[in-house]
Structures are given as C-alpha cells and as structure tokens.
C-alpha cells in the first residue's frame, strides 16, 4: 500500500498467485470487495477479452487486473468509463515508456499495430443505472515471445522497448491518472481530458474500418469518437450511426 499514491482507489488489494479471471474472481467475491478495490493476480489461467474470447496472461510478466467501482452514474455512461481507462492507460505507458500507443477504440491499445493491452468492461445494475462496473485491464509487460495465433497480434512493452519495464512503476502511474480522471469525472462532470487523449491517438478516426456485426460486415468510416464513448461511423451509402462498444467489433482496412 505504501508505494500507491492514490487517494482512494487500490485501498483494498486483493493480491492472488493464479486465478481463472480477475473479472470473475470479483464477481464471486462482490460482496467482500468494496468500491475502489483493485484484484490484481500474477497469472490468469482463463483470461478473457470481449465476446468469450481468451486473453492470454503468463505469470509474472503483465498487469492482470480488475477494478472494482460503483460511480453511481447512468447506464448510458458504462461506455465513457472504458474510454477513460484507455485514455489512463495510454498516458501511463507513454509516461513511462515513451513508446508511440495507439489507442483502438473501444478498448485495446497498441503499438506498432499490435496489441498491448486490452480492456474488459462488465456492468450490473438494473435498466437505467450502474450499480457495479468492474474494469478488466490486461497489460503485456515482461512477455519476451508470443507463440501461436496470438505471436501476429500481440506484443509486450519489452518487446518494444528490448528491456524490461517496471510493472510497479507503470502500475502505480496509471492507478494515479485513473483516480484523476475518474473523480474528474464523477465529482466534477469534467471529461474533456480524456477524450482528448482518446481522440488525439485514436488509430481509428477518419479511416476506412469494417463495422462487424455477427457475420455480417460492412464497410464505413469512423469519423468521431462521442462524449459518450459511441464510435461515429459513416457507411458508403451516407448514412451515419453511433456504435456502442459492446455490439460490434471494427477491422482498419
Ligand atoms: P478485440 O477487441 O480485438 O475484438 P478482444 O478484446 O476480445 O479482441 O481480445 C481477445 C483477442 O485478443 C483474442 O482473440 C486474441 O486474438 C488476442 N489476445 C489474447 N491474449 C492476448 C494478449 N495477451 N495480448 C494481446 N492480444 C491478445
């Protein structure tokens, strides 16, 4: 606890050797984790992304993590709160790495084309109001290869940067910009920060993307990224629609 420097978030650390998912660990033990609390694990043996697919996380060598918090927003805000995890993650790895991060809306980041994190957001509550989110984040640190299908699409910041990094460091460092951007955010209504950092490093924005929808796939260009969090897509006929991060999937062309 002492070398956080936050005010509130990460108080309550949870801290497991091996664990399936750290989303699913929280989820079984919700009623022992409070607001703000943070389950970290050394290795997720059945790490997930979005959809049911599997995210990879080796022992020792990345940040498998879940945040636990209850911002008593709207529902309609759920998507906001993964942006801004992006926006603090992309700041923290800059900050300590230097390494140009790409930020793939709604919720991977890459360099070089190619993924070093990846986030895993899941709320509760009734229709119109979050009651829980929890905000899974996985962060390639230390992995030196890939192997198999995933050696094409992920890499590490040490891969990057042919050194190790710090796990603490960047860890610590983004726990603080989180904490910022969140109590900006829930206490103060002030967003701005974030979708700029979101924005400005988008790898989507003003790109020919395919929108995939179930096996359906249709050719646009992503032109805004919302307050809200909502991916503004125009397809070749004109037309224009918000997307929601949790129905579709978008391929850069
Ligand atoms: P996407 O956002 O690209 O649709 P997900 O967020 O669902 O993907 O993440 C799951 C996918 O990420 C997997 O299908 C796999 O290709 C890839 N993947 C799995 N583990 C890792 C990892 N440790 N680092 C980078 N990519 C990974």
């Known amino acids: 606890k002492s070398v956080l420097k936050t005010r509130w978030l990460a108080h309550q650390l949870v801290h497991l050797e091996s664990v399936d998912s750290?989303?699913?660990?929280?989820?079984?033990?919700?009623?022992?984790?409070?607001?703000?609390?943070?389950?970290?694990?050394?290795?997720?043996?059945?790490?997930?992304g979005r959809l049911g697919r599997s995210w990879e996380s080796s022992k020792g060598e990345g940040i498998w993590m879940t945040l636990v918090l209850e911002p008593g927003l709207p529902m309609h805000d759920a998507g906001k709160m993964t942006q801004l995890a992006a926006a603090a993650m992309h700041q923290a790895v800059v900050e300590v790495t230097g390494l140009p991060v790409k930020i793939k809306w709604p919720n991977d980041l890459l360099v070089d084309n190619q993924k070093i994190c990846g986030i895993?957001?899941?709320?509760?509550?009734?229709?119109?109001?979050?009651?829980?989110?929890?905000?899974g984040i996985g962060v390639n640190v230390n992995q030196q290869v890939f192997s198999g299908e995933i050696a094409e699409?992920?890499?590490?910041?040490?891969?990057?940067?042919?050194?190790?990094?710090?796990?603490?460091?960047?860890?610590?460092?983004?726990?603080?910009?989180?904490?910022?951007?969140?109590?900006?955010?829930?206490?103060?209504?002030?967003?701005?920060?974030?979708?700029?950092?979101?924005?400005?490093?988008?790898?989507?924005?003003?790109?020919?993307?395919?929108?995939?929808?179930?096996?359906?796939?249709?050719?646009?260009?992503?032109?805004?990224?919302?307050?809200?969090?909502?991916?503004?897509?125009?397809?070749?006929?004109?037309?224009?629609?918000?997307?929601?991060?949790?129905?579709?999937?978008?391929?850069?062309?």
């Open 22 to 48: 750290t989303n699913i660990w929280a989820k079984k033990h919700q009623h022992e984790l409070r607001h703000g609390a943070m389950v970290l694990a050394e290795e997720q043996t059945g790490g997930r």
């Open 120 to 135: 895993l957001t899941e709320v509760s509550g009734e229709l119109t109001r979050i009651e829980r989110l929890l905000v």
């Open 153 to 253: 699409v992920a890499t590490s910041l040490r891969i990057m940067m042919e050194q190790p990094v710090s796990r603490v460091a960047l860890l610590t460092l983004f726990l603080k910009i989180f904490e910022k951007c969140y109590d900006d955010y829930v206490l103060h209504q002030s967003y701005g920060a974030v979708l700029r950092v979101i924005r400005e490093h988008s790898m989507l924005l003003n790109q020919p993307i395919d929108v995939i929808r179930g096996d359906q796939r249709v050719a646009a260009r992503a032109v805004n990224i919302h307050e809200d969090g909502r991916l503004e897509v125009v397809y070749e006929d004109g037309r224009s629609e918000l997307l929601a991060g949790g129905e579709v999937s978008v391929r850069r062309k």
